[in-house]
């Protein structure tokens, strides 16, 4: 976690730094800092605990600003989130900012201790301040050797970036586990952790691999091996994203605006891929073949958080689309399972980022024991898919809002595309059934536009009426399961408010113990398989004095009868309900959320991409 930014150009560069750091935000939010080297050649740092504005507040009654910069925003690891533990980190003329955990920390401290440095924080970055320092003055390296042979000594995972008021002009990063993109501009150049921060100044990128040192002037770029110090070549690739995608476009939270952009961001990651005409998917991007499939003993589809729940609607596509049923499970625990796998496994890898140390571990622990592997992944160059044999892309473009919505979506389209190409692989869907599905799934995009045409009033009224309740149920059958998961992540990400998703069916085994007249059910109850057995789970809540929001199907004259509120969606074939669902329980969150005023976008003590364990 936690998001650096550095700049190399011509160009004075604090505002660049701050905007940066703020697309960066949600990648932590607990100080914020920034070190220049000033027009008089000092460096200068200037930092403040909590959200990026107390720093751009401190900037404006401090002010400081150089041509060469780094900027941070953090997530807390080591160390409170002070003042004093904000990054940047500095020793001498250096500064450094740092994302992940250095491992070994407190072994190089009592090293540098002994040879007289002195700390001042709690945190572990700082040891690499003063690393990089004590190579640059006793033993005399140069800038980007220094930085090479302190990083050599680190253990675990990190991106940094340094620079040194000795050598204005002059940046210098290196990556290991923790994301690092190198923007290529005109005349500049630039650092960060993800490639939305740089969008305004360039789309000519380089993903830093681990393992590599890189050396940034205003008019050039040198990348290294790190252990070796050879040079290695320099190839940008041009990132489609538009600097308009990380913007918020007039909504008032990013949350909202990537609500509303689940049209087009599930449009776009179908465009090309499904075939009309051929009756066919077409996932050049997964390599497996017919006799590849009919080998595997058994298939993993592995994630955290939001992403395992697409995970779970993937298996019930799976198992009803190719007969084939996925353990799902989640990242964190499955890396430290003893799980049987070997050349005969297919393991899918389901992540946003596509850097979530979790999922990445389990991924390479899956590889290490000869599975196949495949990733489902939103950003390009990320860790993830460039450690699996093929990744399909989502296409939701870059997601701010920490709590996922339109990758969310993406995931579970890109799932239903491989369900479908592996059911047609194995002969399990006949030509009337795919095309039925590929209709269906085209359709959703446009079904989801009315659905948000259809405005939000009835949400509004919810929080209205419900924000200050403390706890809330949600219960769905089937592959909405997963989606009353996610409802009640959604809700507690954002608002706080404790709730749980559950299989309804489950509903008497425990949870129908907490229903009293103060807390709320939320039922996805539409015209599905599993219509009359939630119909009578919502009786039994009704019965223990419980209010109830139904989900229903659109036209359900009955729907409504027995609830406080009753929310509606299209009706729409079973396989595709999952992705009309999420809609409301994205709308319930958000606007519970707004209603009580919490922060939509940066909520309290979560950040978006979990790079730590
Ligand atoms: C964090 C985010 C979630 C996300 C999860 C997995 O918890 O807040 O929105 O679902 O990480 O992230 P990934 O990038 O692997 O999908």
Redesign the pocket.
């Known amino acids: 976690m936690c998001g650096i930014i550095g700049y190399v150009g011509p160009d004075l560069c604090a505002d660049t730094l701050i905007g940066a750091l703020s697309k960066l935000e949600y990648r932590g939010y607990d100080s914020a800092g920034i070190a220049v080297i000033d027009e008089g050649g000092a460096l200068v740092t200037r930092r403040a605990e909590g959200k990026l504005g107390n720093l751009v507040k401190r900037l404006r009654e401090e002010p400081v600003d150089g041509r060469t910069g780094i900027g941070h925003t953090r997530w807390a690891t080591h160390g409170a989130p002070t003042e004093s533990n904000a990054h940047p980190h500095r020793s001498g003329s250096i500064a450094v900012i740092h994302n992940g955990i250095i491992e070994n920390h407190l072994e190089l401290k009592a090293e540098l201790r002994e040879h007289g440095h002195e700390f001042t924080s709690e945190t572990d970055t700082e040891v690499f301040a003063h690393l990089v320092d004590h190579y640059r003055t006793v033993r005399g390296l140069a800038l980007p050797e220094a930085v090479r042979q302190a990083v050599i000594r680190l253990h675990g995972a990190y991106a940094v970036v340094v620079v040194d008021a000795k050598t204005p002009g002059m940046l210098v990063g290196a990556r290991m586990a923790s994301p690092l993109v190198l923007g290529v501009g005109e005349g500049a150049n630039y650092l960060a952790s993800d490639a939305a921060a740089l969008l305004s100044h360039t789309r000519d990128m380089v993903f830093i691999e681990d393992g590599q040192v890189v050396t940034l002037t205003p008019g050039g770029v040198e990348l290294r091996d790190v252990a070796s110090g050879e040079l290695l070549p320099v190839a940008p690739v041009h990132v489609t994203w538009s600097p308009a995608m990380a913007e918020k476009g007039g909504y008032k939270h990013f949350m909202l605006k990537e609500i509303h952009e689940q049209p087009r961001a599930i449009g776009d990651t179908l465009r090309g891929r499904v075939s009309l005409e051929r009756n066919a998917v077409n996932l050049p991007e997964v390599p497996l073949t017919r006799d590849d499939l009919a080998s595997f003993r058994q298939i993993y589809v592995v ?7 697409a995970g779970l609607v993937g298996r019930y596509l799976f198992e009803d689309l190719a007969g084939l049923s996925p353990h799902v499970e989640l ?1 964190s625990e499955l890396r430290y399972r003893k799980a049987p796998m070997d050349e005969r496994t297919l393991f899918i890898a ?7 140390a979790d ?1 990445l571990a389990a991924l390479r622990d899956a590889k290490a024991k000869g599975a196949r592997c495949i990733a489902i992944c ?2 390009l160059g990320s860790s ?1 898919p460039r450690e699996c044999e093929g990744t399909v892309y989502t296409h939701a473009g870059p997601e701010i809002g ?3 919505t339109k ?2 979506t993406t ?1 579970v389209a890109a799932l239903h595309l491989i369900a479908l190409h592996f059911g047609r692989l194995l002969g399990r869907l006949d030509d009337g059934a795919m095309a039925a599905e590929l209709a269906a799934l085209l359709h959703v995009p446009s079904v989801i536009e009315t659905l948000l045409l259809a405005g939000e009033a009835p949400y509004e009224e919810i929080a209205r009426a419900w924000h200050d309740r403390t706890s809330m149920l949600f219960l769905g059958r089937g592959s909405l399961f997963p989606m009353a998961l996610e409802g009640a992540l959604k809700l507690k ?1 954002i608002s706080y408010i404790h709730a749980e998703g559950y299989a309804a069916g489950e509903m008497k085994h425990g949870p129908i113990a907490l229903i009293d007249e103060k807390t709320p059910t939320i039922i996805l109850n539409p015209r599905d398989g599993h219509y009359a057995k939630v119909r009578s789970n919502l009786s039994e809540v009704r019965a223990r004095s419980g209010p109830v929001c139904v989900v229903a199907t659109e036209g359900d004259a009955d729907a409504g009868d027995a609830a406080t509120f009753c929310l509606t969606v299209p009706d729409v074939p079973e396989h595709v309900l999952p992705l009309v669902m999420a809609v409301p329980m994205q709308l319930i969150a958000y606007h519970m959320a707004d209603f009580k005023g919490t922060d939509v976008d940066q909520p309290r003590n ?5 790079t730590v364990e």
């Open positions: 994630a955290c958080g939001t992403s395992w729940h990242a389901v992540s946003q980022s596509g850097e979530t999922t939103n950003v993830i920490v709590a996922s990758a969310f995931q990400e979560l950040a978006k991409s979990v």
